[in-house]
């Protein structure tokens, strides 16, 4: 077993664009759940309504990438009210299952025959990024460190996924330490006290779900945008359920949570991957108790175990405080 | 609330949207046979045998959201556990190769006691430490992705059926058509669904699951063991799911992830009917397997999952509370 | 003592000279068990009015109907004459009829600090574009810490000031609740059983808390189900029994009322396991 190749994959992974892209979709779940308690189990949708506004509007209506982020973006706000008008009045567990609901409406709606001519279907859509590598400034070299090697093309969008991944903590940080952020973590705490001060909690929740959104289809167009294609089934409900794990893993309602919590999660990830691939190829672990093609949901079934005591033994995460969470159990 | 009503149709348009010239393409080839009102009766015939499946996979979901206030997001998976025990002892290689009833008669005892070791290893244990609603959901997650992985490992991707009933000769009804198998399964469903209505009203268990339901702390107060009451649902539920999951396999196919496929469909159906109602949660469960299979009427098959969870959002959009539920003022 | 009501007739429904809040002819109902039916009631500016009842009598519904918590099922409001029916709970708290809650709702994990500053009306930070830009609302926020600090210092909680809210003891949650109330700077507060769970020294402290409110002009009305904490400080009782009122008056007058004796007694007599709570369950 090559520890230098394992560790430098996971390194490799948790610095990754991918990473940076989950980091993004986490900010936003985080402004919902860490910050206003929104139990938004559908985040992947705004991830790909963002996506697909980037990747249709080129592919399918020959505008400019440029155009497509601006409509990436409106859809995510449209998306956005059409949840929360109705659910955000009701009680948590709707929202809960609407959005849930509604990840996977979008999913089965893009991927299907009846929108192919629009979605690429199952097919998805490719290449619509030129624009956006066409002003790559990197010069042309091979760059990197250690067993980690980029082009120049792998470096433009690095650079540009993470720096809007700094962009967007910073503006992030403003809000939720402005007395804006004080009044949605009072909704997070207790919405009939906040109503009871004069806030309008509806008004409040209906900005966090919008703001959450459209960060999270930002999320979704830098997915898109790295590996010039999209499809359907890549926005699974399933990610979602990663955003969660990772936000619980860094810190919900934790303004760096997210960004930790995304690296650690990529290099856990694929430091298990790595580890058990060559595992099985030195045949530390025999082939007939996990065979290679396994290995994938060996690892998810890890995400899940681990979730799972995350939550029960330190559901604060790695930034969040023991104390504060003490103060649940009243 | 009233402009969140008139989305409605922006909503609808909004898909419609997505449908371009395919859909007029489909209708140049209609096929010559049957009449459409012929075709409307089947796709109702096939959305009351779908719903059935679903109402006794989402009965269990429903008493344990009504008694606990757990969303389970796990509860798909029992659903898969079920196929996937009945697939071994039925089909698999290495297993014992039993005829599917007793098979599924052992997967239904399987996904009970499963349902109550859950109670008691997890559920139970964390109450106890006072684990936050929130939390609990989130936990469900996390269980939810373990069982699948874990099935996942030991099924493979292979979609594959049971040996037996798998391919039969529809019996002709006049303009519908059923098999043997789907109409048993419609007919034991429903008989299943009136035991657990039966068992609900007239029993003992029956009434301390209803009184806990209603009032979690009241029960406890007038002496109702409620741990014993989750428990028995857990159980109850188990076992639903694990029958349901056969039935699902039968008609349809079995899958590493049927389940939770299933489950966004249970959760719709225990919406519409109106959140916590047991009953709510068996007619909310046929109005979506119907609406799935009447939107093959008009739309293409892949979309009728959509069309059925689009149906959830609508109704969450004109009557919250669901159809059989209770309004109750939330902000 | 601050306002004169020698001239009102103590009977249900009864005129003030300058009411703040008029409420006509409002009911609500739980499947079709009628929790609330008030003819007329009218709460005289600047006094302590408390509203009395045994437990059930629908005092805690009619103080959620019209702080804009529930919702009426008939009726008509108005709140510093101009209409209040049906208005949101956010809305009429910015009008200025602010209520706090029989539990306490402290917002535990924010600290004490911040539960006050939330309570601060027309903050500019708290819209979403100014918020990004400090400097808009820093002189604010300042004027607002400075308002909270003297109301932390006068409710004895000064010392608590950058604890978690979650860490107070009951009592201090109740002080908290009353000060962030304040903050909102109402012309009607109303307390929901502020005495409830409370030690009878801080009991003391609260009843003083509340006289010094109305002295410096703020009109009080507050629940209570036991009659020996309001007499001494109300300067009128209204009491409900079943969701009507059966009488109103000032205290003396009250106490001493046949009506009000029956809903006290009466109700303990044929239904001595009366519900714990003022709504019913559902």
Redesign the interface.
């Known amino acids: 077993m090559d520890w230098e190749v394992i560790l430098s994959d996971a390194v490799r992974s948790g610095i990754g664009p991918v990473a940076a892209a989950y980091a993004l979709a986490a900010i936003g779940l985080n402004i919902h759940f860490g910050y206003t308690?929104l139990?938004n189990f559908g985040q992947v949708a705004f991830m790909l309504v963002g996506a697909y506004g980037v990747a249709v509007s080129v592919s399918t209506f020959g505008l400019s990438l440029w155009v497509g982020v601006l409509i990436g973006l409106a859809c995510s706000v449209?998306l956005a009210l059409?949840l929360g008008?109705?659910?955000?009045?009701?009680?948590?567990?709707?929202l809960?299952?609407?959005t849930?609901?509604?990840g996977?409406?979008l999913r089965?709606?893009?991927?299907?025959?009846?929108?192919?001519?629009?979605?690429g279907g199952v097919f998805g859509l490719q290449q619509f990024a030129d624009e956006f590598y066409d002003i790559n400034p990197v010069p042309r070299d091979r760059y990197g460190f250690w067993l980690i090697k980029y082009s120049s093309q792998d470096l433009w969008a690095l650079l540009i996924a993470w720096g809007l991944v700094l962009l967007i903590t910073v503006?992030v940080a403003?809000?939720v330490h402005?007395?804006?952020?004080?009044?949605l973590?009072?909704i997070?705490?207790?919405?009939?006290?906040?109503?009871?001060?004069?806030?309008?909690?509806?008004s409040y929740k209906m900005?966090s779900l919008v703001?959450g959104g459209a960060i999270g289809s930002v999320g979704g167009m830098i997915l898109a945008i790295d590996t010039q294609s999209v499809n359907p089934d890549s926005y699974d409900?399933?990610v979602t359920?990663f955003l969660?794990?990772l936000l619980?893993l860094g810190g919900a309602g934790r303004v760096l949570g997210p960004i930790v919590g995304a690296i650690l999660f990529w290099m856990i990830l694929t430091f298990f991957d790595s580890a058990l691939r060559q595992a099985i190829g030195a045949g530390v672990i025999p082939q007939d108790v996990?065979s290679a093609p396994?290995v994938g949901?060996?690892r998810?079934?890890l995400?899940?175990?681990?979730?799972?005591l995350?939550?029960?033994f330190r559901?604060q995460g790695i930034l969040g405080s023991r104390?504060?969470m003490m103060?649940?159990?009243? | 609330m009233r402009v969140s009503r008139m989305l409605v149709p922006v909503f609808a348009l909004l898909l419609m949207a997505l449908a371009p010239a395919s859909a007029m393409a489909q209708s140049n080839e209609v096929p010559r046979g049957p009449t459409f009102l012929d075709r409307a009766l089947q796709v109702l015939v096939d959305g009351i045998q779908f719903g059935s499946i679903i109402a006794i996979t989402a009965v269990g979901l429903s008493l344990v959201f009504g008694t606990t206030h757990l969303i389970n997001f796990a509860h798909g998976e029992l659903v898969t556990i079920g196929a996937v025990v009945a697939f071994f002892l039925n089909v698999a290689a290495s297993g014992p190769g039993w005829h599917l009833i007793p098979a599924a008669l052992v997967a239904i005892a399987a996904g009970a006691l499963l349902g109550g070791l859950i109670e008691r290893g997890i559920w139970r244990p964390l109450r106890k430490r006072g684990t936050g609603m929130i939390n609990l959901f989130i936990i469900t997650i996390g269980f939810s992705l373990l069982l699948r992985h874990v099935v996942l490992v030991f099924y493979g991707t292979r979609p594959q059926s049971y040996r037996e009933y798998d391919i039969q000769q529809a019996i002709d009804l006049g303009p519908v058509g059923i098999t043997p198998r789907d109409l048993t399964i419609v007919v034991l469903s429903v008989l299943v669904l009136l035991g657990v209505a039966f068992m609900l009203q007239k029993t003992r268990i029956g009434t301390a699951i209803r009184a806990v339901s209603a009032n979690r702390d009241l029960a406890e107060a007038s002496g109702i063991d409620v741990n014993r009451v989750v428990l028995v649902v857990w159980v109850l539920g188990g076992g639903l799911a694990a029958l349901g999951g056969v039935f699902f396999g039968l008609t349809e196919i079995i899958t590493w992830d049927m389940g939770f496929r299933l489950l966004l469909l249970m959760f719709a159906g225990i919406i519409l009917g109106g959140l916590g109602s047991a009953y709510g949660a068996m007619v909310g469960s046929f109005v979506i397997g119907i609406v799935a299979q009447v939107s093959t009427l008009w739309f293409p098959i892949d979309l009728q999952n959509a069309w059925a969870l689009l149906a959830l959002i609508v109704v969450l959009l004109i009557r919250p509370q669901g159809i059989l539920g209770q309004r109750e003022r939330v902000g | 003592m601050s306002v004169d009501l020698s001239a009102v007739a103590a009977e249900p429904g009864a005129a003030k000279p300058d009411p703040l809040l008029v409420v006509d002819g409002v009911s609500r109902s739980f499947g079709g068990l009628t929790a609330v039916h008030v003819e007329h009631l009218e709460i005289q500016r600047g006094t302590i009015t408390s509203l009395i009842g045994p437990n059930g009598a629908g005092k805690s519904t009619l103080f959620n109907v019209l702080s804009g918590f529930d919702k009426a099922d008939s009726g008509t409001w108005t709140f510093d004459g101009r209409p209040a029916t049906g208005r949101a709970a956010h809305r009429m708290a910015r009008r200025g009829l602010v209520r706090t809650f029989q539990l306490t709702k402290t917002l535990s994990k924010m600290t004490v600090l911040d539960n006050m500053k939330l309570a601060a009306t027309g903050q500019r930070g708290e819209q979403v574009l100014p918020a990004l830009l400090p400097p808009l609302w820093r002189r604010q926020e300042k004027e607002i810490t400075g308002r909270a600090d003297e109301l932390l210092e006068r409710f004895r909680l000064a010392h608590m000031r950058d604890e978690y809210a979650g860490t107070l003891s009951g009592g201090q949650r109740k002080l908290l609740e009353m000060a962030r109330a304040l903050m909102v700077r109402p012309t009607m507060i109303m307390l929901d059983e502020p005495m409830a769970g409370v030690n009878p020294a801080l009991t003391q402290s609260l009843l003083g808390h509340i006289t010094d409110l109305r002295d410096e002009g703020m009109t009080v009305c507050f629940v209570e189900h036991d009659m020996d904490v309001v007499m001494g400080i109300s300067d009128w009782v209204v009491c409900l029994a079943e969701g009507r009122i059966v009488a109103e008056g000032p205290p003396s007058s009250v106490a001493k009322n046949p009506a009000v004796i029956d809903a006290y007694l009466g109700k303990q007599h044929d239904d001595p396991e009366a519900r714990g709570d003022d709504e019913p369950a559902e």
């Open positions: 308690g139990l449209v059409l008008l109705p659910t955000l009045r009701l009680r948590a567990e709707y809960a299952i609407s849930i609901a509604a996977e409406i089965l709606f893009y991927r299907s025959s009846w929108a192919e001519p629009v979605t503006l403003l809000l402005s007395p804006w952020g004080r009044v973590r009072s997070r705490e207790d919405e009939d006290a906040a109503r009871s001060l004069g806030k309008s909690v509806y900005q703001l409900p399933v359920f969660y794990t619980v996990i396994e949901a060996v998810l079934a995400v899940g175990l681990g979730l799972m995350l939550m029960i559901p104390r504060e103060l649940d159990v009243r």
